[in-house]
């Protein structure tokens, strides 16, 4: 499948958008996440339901992604927007196309180091309006120079990606063979483990390791989904909360 | 001298809420992060309370200096703030100094705790639930996570900023005293630890090719040993294995280039 001039023109405008202002603080929690951007990009490719199961796929190893102080390890927004349409049009299965989207999700860092280093300077032209006593100078100075930057760095490589890339890809597979294509599988099936694992790391606290092994067992044992899953955690945490307070549990825990 | 009275009507203290949330990260950048986002949010505030053209600058400037944190969680530093220039407009002794010790001494606090919540138990628990759905095809997925994370993340912001605005500098406290975000972290958590258990159990592959010939018979490793022990058996020790690098302190990248390397060796020499 060939992706056409307008179909990467709408896939750099998601990427842009997830990572602009526009979306009233929540396009970070939504378009910058691959399920959300894979979604949007299969729409754009004529496949929501492909796309959705290729970005949700792709978004497992960024479960763990936490930005902080702008520090960032990976690009999921563009690992999920350019991973889907890499895998939509070149017909790869979600496991190699998250395989894939992990070179792709650290080559968007440079764009968020170039974004984070430019948009320095915009802030000393606020400075100036802000000398002058111009409160709607400084506010344009947070937006429009920052924002006109952003969609250059952003829109632009990845449109081009996008028209590009899937023959790209295409030639690259077909040249090395099945062999790279099962690599790419495996080492797809094994990568969700590092975003979870760097999840853990943020919400584990002591004793609740347990409660690890108590979603893992509903899941291989009882072959139960993630939404049930959810209503038996929701229990468990009520419970957890009841004892901790000073229930049954106090006494020779902690 | 006497002082006309000042006050912020409830639609500008929404009007500046809205500014923030959805410009806090329009020029984030390394040399002062959400510091001209901040002075955005703050701009219309100052120009209602001050009058001269010396004390608007005065106080864009105030709001200029470096400023970082959690967005939502620390929208009570904004609200705590916006109360403090009020007074301040109103002719109470508060200091630039004042106002930016409350702005930095909160910064780090609020960002450790909003990054806790938002980022680290809020987003990954509902993502869980979304790519359960979505790995199945089922559209559902995406489309609630959108709006359950959205109405969380717009709802918490608005809370924080009232709250810091209504209490001032009291909120802070009040809500540290309440033991709120030690409770909220601690059942999130154990929501959490529960989801992404299940996650490993569905979401990470790892089995083996190897067969074992045992005299005549030949035994297959993953179906005849692994597969007995325990289904899923490999993907768990994987991901402990990880979580115990990721605790040992080292870097997500050099995970990463383990777990290539690992799938590139397994699959040449034909393990995987």
């Not at chain 2, 138990?121 to 559902?140: K, Y």
Request: proline content about 4%; some cysteine; hydrophobic content about 55%.
């Amino acid at each position: 499948m060939k992706i056409s001039l307008m179909q990467a023109f709408m896939i750099g405008l998601i990427y842009y958008l997830g990572n602009s202002t526009w979306l009233v603080g929540v396009g970070f929690y939504t378009v910058y996440r691959p399920l959300v951007a894979g979604t949007l990009v299969g729409l754009v490719l004529g496949d929501p339901v492909q796309g959705a199961i290729v970005g949700a796929t792709i978004n497992l190893i960024y479960l763990g992604f936490i930005s902080a102080g702008g520090a960032i390890p990976g690009d999921p927004c563009l690992a999920g927007t350019l991973g889907t349409a890499l895998a939509i049009a070149s017909g790869l299965e979600p496991e190699a196309a998250l395989a894939l989207a992990v070179p792709i999700g650290l080559l968007g860092t440079l764009i968020w180091f170039g974004r984070m280093t430019v948009c320095a300077i915009f802030v000393h032209w606020a400075d100036a309006y802000a000398e002058k006593g111009d409160t709607r100078g400084v506010m344009l100075m947070n937006v429009i120079p920052s924002q006109a930057f952003l969609f250059t760095i952003s829109f632009i490589p990845v449109f081009l990606a996008a028209l590009y890339g899937p023959s790209a890809v295409e030639a690259a597979i077909s040249f090395l063979g099945q062999k790279v294509l099962h690599t790419l599988i495996v080492i797809g099936g094994m990568m969700p483990a590092l975003g979870i694992a760097l999840n853990m790391r943020a919400i584990l606290k002591g004793n609740t390791i347990a409660y690890y092994f108590l979603g893992f067992f509903l899941s291989v044992y009882l072959k139960l989904d993630i939404v049930a899953v959810g209503a038996f955690a929701a229990i468990a945490a009520y419970l957890h909360m009841q004892f901790a307070k000073g229930g049954i549990a106090d006494g020779k825990t902690a | 001298m006497e002082k006309r009275h000042k006050k912020l009507r409830k639609w500008d203290i929404i009007k500046s809420f809205f500014l923030w949330l959805t410009f806090s990260h329009a020029c984030y950048n390394y040399e002062r992060l959400q510091a001209s986002a901040f002075a955005h949010a703050m701009a219309p505030i100052i120009k209602k309370l001050y009058d001269t053209k010396e004390e608007i600058a005065q106080g864009l400037k105030r709001h200029l200096v470096f400023f970082n944190t959690e967005p939502n969680v620390g929208a009570i530093i904004h609200g705590i703030v916006i109360a403090m220039e009020e007074e301040r407009a109103n002719g109470a002794p508060i200091t630039d100094e004042a106002i930016n010790s409350v702005k930095t001494g909160l910064m780090g606090p609020m960002a450790g705790i909003g990054d806790t919540i938002t980022q680290g138990t809020i987003t990954p628990i509902l993502l869980a639930f979304g790519i359960g759905l979505a790995v199945e095809g089922n559209l559902i997925g995406p489309i609630l996570y959108v709006i359950l994370i959205a109405a969380a993340i717009i709802g918490i912001a608005y809370f924080m900023w009232m709250q810091g605005y209504r209490l001032g500098r009291k909120a802070v406290e009040q809500l540290l005293e309440s033991n709120m975000f030690n409770n909220i972290i601690t059942a999130a958590g154990v929501l959490g630890c529960t989801v992404i258990g299940a996650l490993t159990g569905k979401f990470v592959n790892l089995s083996t090719k190897l067969t074992l010939s045992v005299g005549e018979a030949q035994i297959n490793v993953q179906a005849d040993i692994f597969d007995k022990i325990m289904p899923k058996l490999l993907p768990l020790l994987l991901t402990l294995g990880v979580f115990w690098l990721v605790k040992k302190g080292k870097n997500p990248i050099t995970i990463m280039l383990y777990i290539v390397a690992f799938g590139v060796i397994g699959s040449v020499i034909g393990v995987f």
